[in-house]
Protein backbone atom coordinates (compact mmCIF):
# COMPACT_ATOMS: atom_id res chain seq x y z
CA UNK A 1 0.00 0.00 0.00
CA UNK A 2 1.24 3.50 -1.03
CA UNK A 3 2.35 5.18 2.08
CA UNK A 4 -0.40 8.28 1.47
CA UNK A 5 -2.95 5.53 0.76
CA UNK A 6 -1.73 3.99 4.25
CA UNK A 7 -2.02 7.64 6.16
CA UNK A 8 -5.38 8.08 4.73
CA UNK A 9 -6.08 4.70 6.07
CA UNK A 10 -5.57 5.42 9.17
CA UNK A 11 -7.14 8.64 9.50
CA UNK A 12 -9.95 7.17 8.28
CA UNK A 13 -9.95 4.50 11.51
CA UNK A 14 -8.98 7.31 14.07
CA UNK A 15 -12.11 8.96 12.90
CA UNK A 16 -14.22 6.39 12.71
CA UNK A 17 -13.42 5.50 16.16
CA UNK A 18 -14.18 9.04 17.24
CA UNK A 19 -17.44 9.20 15.26
CA UNK A 20 -18.76 6.21 16.63
CA UNK A 21 -18.01 7.20 20.47
CA UNK A 22 -19.97 10.43 19.81
CA UNK A 23 -22.90 8.75 18.83
CA UNK A 24 -22.85 4.93 18.73
CA UNK A 25 -23.60 2.66 15.90
CA UNK A 26 -27.11 4.02 15.39
CA UNK A 27 -25.52 7.52 14.21
CA UNK A 28 -22.57 6.31 12.60
CA UNK A 29 -22.19 7.91 9.44
CA UNK A 30 -19.05 7.04 6.49
CA UNK A 31 -19.90 10.30 5.14
CA UNK A 32 -19.31 11.76 8.73
CA UNK A 33 -15.84 10.22 8.75
CA UNK A 34 -15.05 11.03 5.43
CA UNK A 35 -15.80 14.92 6.13
CA UNK A 36 -13.54 15.06 8.84
CA UNK A 37 -10.65 13.39 7.23
CA UNK A 38 -11.32 15.26 3.81
CA UNK A 39 -12.38 13.06 1.60
CA UNK A 40 -15.40 11.47 -0.61
CA UNK A 41 -17.35 9.24 1.27
CA UNK A 42 -16.82 7.33 -1.99
CA UNK A 43 -13.16 7.35 -1.19
CA UNK A 44 -13.82 5.77 2.01
CA UNK A 45 -14.88 2.34 -0.35
CA UNK A 46 -11.54 2.17 -1.92
CA UNK A 47 -10.13 1.03 2.10
CA UNK A 48 -13.13 -0.10 3.35
CA UNK A 49 -16.11 -2.08 2.03
CA UNK A 50 -18.48 -0.54 4.24
CA UNK A 51 -19.26 0.69 7.53
CA UNK A 52 -18.92 -2.44 9.07
CA UNK A 53 -15.59 -3.28 7.85
CA UNK A 54 -14.59 0.13 9.09
CA UNK A 55 -16.11 -0.33 12.20
CA UNK A 56 -14.61 -4.21 12.36
CA UNK A 57 -11.14 -2.62 11.54
CA UNK A 58 -11.60 0.01 14.53
CA UNK A 59 -11.97 -2.55 16.81
CA UNK A 60 -9.30 -5.02 15.39
CA UNK A 61 -7.03 -2.39 15.51
CA UNK A 62 -7.55 -1.60 19.18
CA UNK A 63 -7.14 -4.77 20.13
CA UNK A 64 -3.92 -5.26 18.64
CA UNK A 65 -2.56 -2.04 20.11
CA UNK A 66 -3.87 -3.90 23.81
CA UNK A 67 -1.83 -7.23 22.55
CA UNK A 68 1.43 -5.15 22.53
CA UNK A 69 0.46 -3.75 25.99
CA UNK A 70 0.35 -7.26 27.35
CA UNK A 71 3.36 -8.76 25.45
CA UNK A 72 5.52 -6.70 27.94
CA UNK A 73 4.18 -9.04 30.91
CA UNK A 74 5.96 -11.93 29.41
CA UNK A 75 9.38 -10.23 30.51
CA UNK A 76 8.70 -10.89 34.07
CA UNK A 77 10.51 -13.36 35.51
CA UNK A 78 7.93 -14.95 37.87
CA UNK A 79 4.29 -16.29 36.95
CA UNK A 80 2.81 -14.52 39.51
CA UNK A 81 4.73 -11.43 38.31
CA UNK A 82 3.80 -12.00 35.14
CA UNK A 83 -0.16 -12.01 35.81
CA UNK A 84 0.59 -9.05 38.04
CA UNK A 85 1.81 -6.87 35.07
CA UNK A 86 -1.11 -8.29 32.95
CA UNK A 87 -3.31 -6.44 35.06
CA UNK A 88 -0.69 -3.43 35.03
CA UNK A 89 -1.00 -2.92 31.21
CA UNK A 90 -4.52 -3.53 31.45
CA UNK A 91 -4.67 -0.09 33.30
CA UNK A 92 -1.81 1.45 31.51
CA UNK A 93 -3.36 0.43 27.83
CA UNK A 94 -6.98 2.17 29.54
CA UNK A 95 -5.02 5.39 30.90
CA UNK A 96 -3.20 6.11 27.34
CA UNK A 97 -5.55 4.77 25.42
CA UNK A 98 -9.50 5.81 25.89
CA UNK A 99 -10.75 5.89 23.06
CA UNK A 100 -9.98 2.73 21.77
CA UNK A 101 -10.59 0.72 25.44
CA UNK A 102 -14.21 2.56 24.94
CA UNK A 103 -14.49 1.20 21.69
CA UNK A 104 -12.92 -2.45 22.72
CA UNK A 105 -14.40 -2.89 26.53
CA UNK A 106 -17.41 -1.10 26.65
CA UNK A 107 -18.86 -1.76 23.33
CA UNK A 108 -20.44 -5.05 22.20
CA UNK A 109 -18.76 -6.53 19.00
CA UNK A 110 -21.96 -6.81 17.38
CA UNK A 111 -22.32 -3.60 17.73
CA UNK A 112 -19.29 -2.55 16.21
CA UNK A 113 -19.63 -4.88 13.62
CA UNK A 114 -16.79 -7.36 14.36
CA UNK A 115 -18.06 -10.98 12.51
CA UNK A 116 -18.40 -14.00 14.83
CA UNK A 117 -15.68 -15.62 12.61
CA UNK A 118 -13.63 -12.39 13.76
CA UNK A 119 -13.96 -12.49 17.64
CA UNK A 120 -12.31 -14.86 19.06
CA UNK A 121 -9.39 -13.27 17.15
CA UNK A 122 -10.32 -10.04 19.03
CA UNK A 123 -11.28 -10.53 22.18
CA UNK A 124 -10.32 -14.82 22.44
CA UNK A 125 -6.55 -13.93 22.31
CA UNK A 126 -6.44 -11.70 24.74
CA UNK A 127 -8.71 -13.38 27.27
CA UNK A 128 -6.70 -16.38 26.54
CA UNK A 129 -3.50 -14.03 27.28
CA UNK A 130 -4.58 -13.81 31.04
CA UNK A 131 -5.86 -17.57 31.33
CA UNK A 132 -2.69 -18.80 30.28
CA UNK A 133 -1.48 -16.72 33.21
CA UNK A 134 -3.36 -18.00 35.35
CA UNK A 135 -3.04 -21.56 34.70
CA UNK A 136 0.70 -20.99 35.12
CA UNK A 137 0.30 -19.01 38.43
CA UNK A 138 -1.82 -22.31 39.57
CA UNK A 139 0.81 -24.40 37.91
CA UNK A 140 3.53 -22.73 40.04
CA UNK A 141 1.30 -22.60 43.08
CA UNK A 142 1.16 -18.94 43.58
CA UNK A 143 -2.74 -19.34 43.78
CA UNK A 144 -5.48 -22.11 44.58
CA UNK A 145 -6.07 -24.58 42.43
CA UNK A 146 -9.26 -24.19 40.77
CA UNK A 147 -10.99 -23.39 36.75
CA UNK A 148 -8.48 -21.13 35.29
CA UNK A 149 -10.83 -19.50 33.10
CA UNK A 150 -13.41 -19.12 35.90
CA UNK A 151 -10.62 -17.05 37.78
CA UNK A 152 -9.57 -15.01 34.94
CA UNK A 153 -12.58 -13.61 34.57
CA UNK A 154 -13.34 -12.82 37.87
CA UNK A 155 -9.73 -10.86 37.29
CA UNK A 156 -10.93 -9.46 34.12
CA UNK A 157 -14.13 -8.59 35.91
CA UNK A 158 -12.18 -6.79 38.48
CA UNK A 159 -9.38 -4.99 36.63
CA UNK A 160 -11.71 -3.63 33.73
CA UNK A 161 -14.46 -2.39 37.03
CA UNK A 162 -11.80 -0.27 37.94
CA UNK A 163 -10.51 0.97 34.77
CA UNK A 164 -14.00 1.54 33.53
CA UNK A 165 -14.58 3.33 36.07
CA UNK A 166 -11.91 5.51 36.02
CA UNK A 167 -12.36 6.49 32.56
CA UNK A 168 -15.73 7.42 33.59
CA UNK A 169 -14.81 9.86 35.87
CA UNK A 170 -15.98 7.68 38.67
CA UNK A 171 -12.94 7.70 40.72
CA UNK A 172 -11.47 10.58 40.24
CA UNK A 173 -10.96 11.50 43.95
CA UNK A 174 -8.64 8.87 44.13
CA UNK A 175 -5.50 11.30 42.61
CA UNK A 176 -4.17 11.50 39.91
CA UNK A 177 -3.50 8.61 37.16
CA UNK A 178 -0.03 7.67 39.22
CA UNK A 179 -2.41 7.89 42.06
CA UNK A 180 -4.61 6.13 40.73
CA UNK A 181 -2.09 2.91 39.44
CA UNK A 182 -0.83 2.53 43.08
CA UNK A 183 -4.90 2.09 44.35
CA UNK A 184 -5.50 -0.20 41.12
CA UNK A 185 -2.32 -2.46 42.06
CA UNK A 186 -3.29 -2.57 45.99
CA UNK A 187 -6.85 -3.41 44.60
CA UNK A 188 -5.69 -6.57 42.32
CA UNK A 189 -3.06 -7.54 45.24
CA UNK A 190 -6.07 -8.18 47.39
CA UNK A 191 -8.05 -10.05 44.91
CA UNK A 192 -4.68 -11.84 44.07
CA UNK A 193 -4.51 -12.62 47.87
CA UNK A 194 -7.97 -14.00 48.06
CA UNK A 195 -7.08 -16.78 45.12
CA UNK A 196 -3.71 -18.16 47.46
CA UNK A 197 -3.66 -21.40 48.43
Not at 48 to 77: I, N, P
Not at 135 to 151: H, L, N, Q, S, Y
Request: proline letters at 3%.
Amino acid sequence: MAPEAQETRERLLVHAREVYLEGGVAHFSLREVARRVGVSAAAVYRHFDGKEALLSAVCEEGFRTFSSYLLHALAEKTPLARLRVTGDQYLKFALENPHDYRVIFMSSLDEVGVPNDKADLCSGSSFQFLVDRVRECVEARAIAKGDAMAMAATIWAHVHGLASLRLAGHLDAIGNDAAFAVFFRRSVDLLLKGLAP
